[in-house]
Structures are given as structure tokens and as C-alpha cells.
């Protein structure tokens, strides 16, 4: 590659770094790494690069599992092109009959096992495809200049419980999780530069809490132009015409009218966010192109004009939402472990299986210590987790009323087996659901017929040093221009046990960038898939080059050097992050009730246990569903 193959806003490969990174995922201790082609998933963390898609992922147990990597991909696509054989009757059986078998090691999934191992009688077994567990509960570990930082790669956020949350406030008690946190606080940067404790908040309308730089692009200037708060004055230093301002200040400060919040929410429901926004409120669709990357990023993964406005509501977000002055959510409750909600699952899977994770069950241990990998899967385990197991055929022995055990067929190094289970839980998501159940009725294919699902790609940026936002007076940094996403933040770093990296502008941190694929004026039921086109077509260096110019773009006039400053970059690429509920989703049309309701039912002895079913996906969500799937077939099982 030479120094002018690419030029980005007058740079080169060169300036931004991107020959030496090359270089630098290519070998690994001094060692060189030949690229590995697509190939199954692997039953444990391998060195990186795994390949020039996936890209370098970091150091630690996830080294291995950043997003969907090309292994996972390529077996999920086996599914979706109809790959594996339609014939499992010659397949061979491992294993004795299993009381329970759940497939997905997301939040729902552990959640299932972990009522099983608490209430269940026998044996359970969990298949998760990835070569960690988690879903999208995993984090990015990095080692700059010898400081060890942590970053999510998807879910990023928890509040304060209190005992009206339910089993998410109970099993955080049994769990005995912290209940008081405390973060390290800036030394060096300027004292009226305010950071987030997550990756989420920023994203909505916290001026007042956190230090936000909003940069626009005026009349084609080297540079943008950086404006801070810019809601604080009400857009009067914002570059957009006047009926716009206007029209955003309605949206954002405007009390909502009566018909909004006393709208039900089957009505609600009847419409998209942005018909809401332009029928019903009178205001103009710059408002929605405004609230499209914040309700996409921060919930759905799709824009207002894909989104049930009923949905927009339960994100909290202006114009329906009697709440919408404080965003998401109320900012003083709301946490981040240093890698997510990886801390919680791996907690769940401590109590399931204590030596899963070396050490002892303190704060400290459960986010610092590795993962045991060869405790996961013991044929003595009460509950086993298989991973690397991709499950592609799911029927019952005989007829769903009568049948006694259900037929599960997967994949693992390159092997193809089958098993037998009393009842099932399938806490995957509808994409792969509806591929793999071969039994399924018409009111259960239906229903998964109604599940629209969009990408995220999670960026997390290794800076040896963050002076230039020290020097911009910000922590956290929107943009306009629809080129790579809109938002970036780094954030003050959780005390676990005390403990914390320093937190100074000349020491190392991580910058993450959510960034969704929303495309409004397409047809909203095919957006999704474009989405994901775009996001699985752009190879890792492609990206690699896009994210060093954008921050370059915005930050070089602070002094950042995306060659000097940035010591690495793990992307996570989540095909099917959100789910994406399009008006009807949430109550379905004429009467027949919501998708999510019509699945928690079940059939025969298949139940189904997905955050998704609600329409919002959160860990709270994620466990709930897990859970009550368990019980469920704990009743037939």
C-alpha cells in the first residue's frame, strides 16, 4: 500500500497511521501471524489477527470473540443459505438425554441456566455459537505502555435497583453484586470537563451533565467548528436555519402535548416515531433525521421512520415521553463496569459454576480473572456451556403435543451432532429461530416473521494519551455530516475494589464510537438488511482508515495525532444488535396480539427466552425472558 492509495480530508494512509497498525496486527510478540481463512467457530480464544475482516480484538479471554467474528458469520450464513444438511436422522447422538437444554449464552440464556441450577432437576446443557460467552455482554481488553484498559462491546449499562425491579433487584442480593460505586476522578484536565460513567447517557441531551463538543462543518473549512452545550443557549450558536432551531427546541424542550402522553399505547404503536413527530406534532423532518442516529444507536439500531413511536416512548424520547428532559435515563443512577455488563454475566456464570472464573466471587476477581475455559463443559457440571456450538435443526421427536424429548442438531469443529432434550429454551434471537425450527406452526413462523433486526459496529479506540479532549474542554463529542457514525466519548473509570487505571490526559484510555446504519426514505422493512450490508462489506482496514480520519478531522486542531496518539482499534461488529419493532410491533393488527406475546407461549415442549421479545433489548429484558422460558419448560421437563 502506498502512502497516497487513500486520501481522506487531505490525508494519507501514511499520516493517519494505518501502514504502521498494518504492520503491527500482522505480528504479534515478534512473531509472524499468516491471516486465517473463514473457518467454524473456535472452542477457545486464539491469538489474533484472525483474520484481515475481523481484525486485530486485543489481548485476554476475548481476544478471540470481538462482535460476530468471520467465524461466527460464516457459520451463522450456513444457516441462512441452507448449507447444513435439511436430513438429521443419520447424524449421531452425543450425550445422555439432558432435562434442559438452552441455546444462546447471552444474558437470557445464562439466566435460563442459572434457574436451572437453582430449581431444576437433572442436567442442562447450554450451546452458544460464539467462542465465549455473553452475547453481546464481552469486552475489549487492551495493554498500552503497560496500563491494562477495558472496554464493552455492546452492552454497556446498568442503574441502581431497588426491590420494585424485581428478579433483576433479587438476583443482583444473591449475586451479592456491589451496591455502591465509586470512580476515579480526573487529574490534570480542566476542572469544568465532566465525564460520564458510560458510553450511553452522552448520547442523548446531558449538556448540563457532561462536557459535549457538537462539531459542524461551515462552508467547507479545514477544520469543524466545535460548539460546546450546544442546547444550553437554546441552538443559538448551532449553523442551522432558524425554523429548524425552532422546531428542535419545540421537540426537545417543548412540553408534549396532552394527546402525546396521554396517547395509548396501542396508538402509539399504530404509528412510526417520525409520522408521530411530523403528523401529530406538526414538526419538520429534520427534527427526525436529529433523533434517527440517537434512537438508533441508543436502542434500536433503526431511525424514526422504522420505529414504532410506541417504542420511542419506552427509550424516553421527547415528544411522547412525559420524561423526555432527562433523556434515557436518570444520569446519577447509572453505571458501567469497566468492560459493560460483562462483569454481571460472568458473575451469573461464577454462581453456576464456581471455578469458571479463577479466583474467588469479589468484585475484583470477577472482573480481572480469567476465564477457565476446560470447567465450562465437565460431564460431572449439573449445567454444562458448550461454546463454539452452532445449532442449526430444532424438532421435536414426533408430533409438538405428544412428542417427550425434542432433537437438537449443531455444529462444532467441523463435526455435526445431534442430542436429546426433555424441553428446550431457545434464547437466540427470531433471525436464526426462524431457520432452525423445523416444526414451528404458523402462529409461531408468523410471529418470528414480525422481528426486524439492525446492526452495530462498536468501535473501541486504544489512545495513548486523550490531551487534545483535555484541551478541547470536552469528554464526549457529536457530529453531523452522516459519514461514520455520530457520537464518541471516553469515560471515568469505575473504582473495582479501590482500583482503577489513572486517569490523566497523558495516560492511556479507550474512546468508543456507537455506530449504527439507520438509512431513512428506504423501505423500513429492508432497512435492517442493508444495514448489515454495509456494515459486514467494509473490510477491517477499511474502517481502520475511516475512524482515524474522522477523529482526525475533528481533533487535529487540538492537537491529535491519529499516527502518535492512537495505539489500537477493535471493532465489534454485531449483525443483529437491536431489535428494531416497526409500528404494530408491540400489539400486533386486528387484535391478534404482539409478536413477543404470541412467542412466549411456546409450543410442545419449546419455549422461547429473549430480550428481544420485549421490544427493547437491556439486560434487565435479557433476564426476565430467560427466566420465565426456564420455568416454563421446567413445568413440562
Known amino acids: 500500500m502506498t502512502a497516497d492509495r487513500e486520501i481522506i480530508n487531505g490525508n494519507s494512509d501514511t499520516s493517519l497511521g494505518v501502514d504502521v497498525d498494518i504492520s503491527r496486527r500482522d505480528f504479534i510478540g515478534g512473531v509472524a501471524v499468516a491471516p486465517l481463512i473463514l473457518s467454524s467457530c473456535a472452542e477457545t480464544p486464539r491469538p489474533n489477527p484472525v483474520d484481515p475482516w475481523t481484525g486485530y480484538a486485543g489481548i485476554g479471554d476475548y481476544a478471540a470473540a470481538n462482535g460476530n467474528t468471520a467465524g461466527v458469520v460464516q ?33 437470557s440464556g445464562i439466566a435460563a441456566a442459572y434457574d436451572f441450577m437453582h430449581n431444576g432437576e437433572g442436567r442442562c446443557l447450554v450451546l452458544e455459537n460464539h467462542p465465549v460467552f455473553g452475547g453481546e455482554a ?95 443557549d437554546r441552538l443559538q450558536r448551532a449553523p442551522w436555519p432558524e425554523d429548524t432551531k425552532r422546531d428542535l427546541l419545540n421537540w426537545r424542550f417543548g412540553k408534549a402535548s396532552s394527546a402525546a402522553i396521554e396517547a395509548e399505547a396501542r396508538e402509539l404503536d399504530s404509528m412510526s416515531y417520525e409520522q408521530f413527530l411530523t403528523d401529530r406534532l406538526g414538526l419538520k423532518a429534520d427534527v427526525a433525521r436529529y433523533a434517527d442516529p440517537i434512537l438508533a444507536a441508543g436502542s434500536y439500531g433503526l431511525g424514526s421512520d422504522a420505529v414504532s413511536a410506541y417504542a420511542a416512548r ?53 472482573v480481572w480473572n480469567e476465564i477457565q475455559f476446560g470447567e465450562l463443559d465437565k460431564p460431572t457440571n449439573k449445567v454444562r456451556i458448550r461454546l463454539g456450538s452452532t445449532v442449526f435443526h430444532v424438532s421435536h421427536e414426533g408430533d409438538p403435543e405428544s412428542a417427550e424429548h425434542v432433537i437438537i442438531s449443531y455444529a462444532k469443529s467441523g463435526k455435526l451432532s445431534r442430542l436429546r432434550a426433555k424441553a428446550v429454551v431457545m434464547a437466540n434471537g427470531a433471525w436464526v429461530n426462524r431457520h432452525i425450527l423445523a416444526d ?198
Open 440 to 637: 414451528a406452526g404458523e402462529r409461531q413462523k408468523k410471529a418470528l416473521a414480525e422481528f426486524r433486526h439492525a446492526p452495530m459496529l462498536v468501535v473501541n479506540v486504544a489512545l495513548n494519551n486523550w490531551r487534545f479532549l483535555a484541551k478541547a474542554g470536552v469528554s464526549a463529542a457529536h457530529w453531523f455530516d452522516n459519514s461514520l457514525g455520530f457520537f464518541c466519548n471516553i469515560r471515568a473509570p469505575m473504582l473495582v475494589d479501590g482500583s482503577a487505571p489513572e486517569f490523566n490526559p497523558n495516560k492511556p484510555t479507550v474512546l468508543t464510537l456507537y455506530i449504527a446504519f439507520p438509512s431513512p426514505g428506504q423501505p423500513p422493512e429492508i432497512q435492517g438488511a442493508l444495514a448489515r450490508t454495509k456494515m459486514f462489506n467494509t473490510s477491517f482496514v477499511d474502517y481502520e482508515r475511516a475512524v482515524r480520519a474522522k477523529l482526525q478531522h475533528m481533533f487535529g486542531q487540538f492537537g491529535f495525532d491519529s499516527k502518535r496518539d492512537i495505539a489500537a482499534i477493535i471493532l465489534n461488529r454485531w449483525g443483529h444488535a437491536y431489535v428494531s419493532p416497526q409500528p404494530g410491533f408491540f400489539f400486533g393488527a386486528n387484535g391478534e396480539g404482539g409478536a413477543g406475546d404470541i412467542l412466549r407461549e411456546g409450543y410442545g415442549r419449546i419455549y422461547f427466552g429473549h430480550s428481544e421479545l420485549t421490544g427493547r433489548q437491556n439486560w434487565h429484558a435479557a433476564v426476565r425472558e430467560g427466566n420465565r422460558a426456564a420455568r416454563q419448560a421446567r413445568g413440562v421437563a
Open 314 to 366: 419506552l427509550l424516553g424520547m421527547p415528544g411522547v415521553s412525559p420524561v423526555a428532559d432527562k433523556g434515557s435515563s436518570d444520569s446519577q443512577t447509572v453505571h458501567s463496569f469497566p468492560g459493560g455488563n460483562t462483569a454481571i454475566l460472568r458473575r451469573m456464570v461464577k454462581a453456576i459454576l464456581p471455578n469458571s472464573i479463577a479466583g474467588g466471587t469479589s468484585p475484583e476477581d470477577i
Open 138 to 232: 464481552k469486552q475489549n481488553e487492551f495493554n498500552v505502555d503497560g496500563v491494562h484498559l477495558t472496554a464493552p462491546q455492546g452492552s454497556n449499562d446498568f442503574r441502581t435497583l431497588d426491590p420494585s425491579d424485581g428478579l433483576p433487584y433479587e438476583l443482583w442480593k444473591e449475586l451479592g453484586l456491589p451496591t455502591q460505586f465509586g470512580y476515579r476522578s480526573p487529574d490534570g484536565a480542566p476542572r469544568d470537563v465532566k465525564f460520564a460513567h458510560d458510553n450511553y447517557e452522552p448520547m442523548f441531551w446531558s449538556d448540563e451533565k457532561y462536557s459535549v463538543g457538537y462539531f459542524f462543518q461551515n462552508g467547507g473549512a479545514t477544520h469543524p467548528t466545535m460548539v460546546k452545550d450546544i442546547w444550553a
Open 75 to 107: 457459520a451463522a450464513h450456513r444457516i441462512r443459505d441452507f448449507q447444513y444438511p435439511e436430513s438429521v436422522s443419520n447424524l449421531p447422538y452425543v450425550d445422555d438425554v439432558y432435562d434442559l437444554v438452552v441455546v444462546g449464552g447471552g444474558f
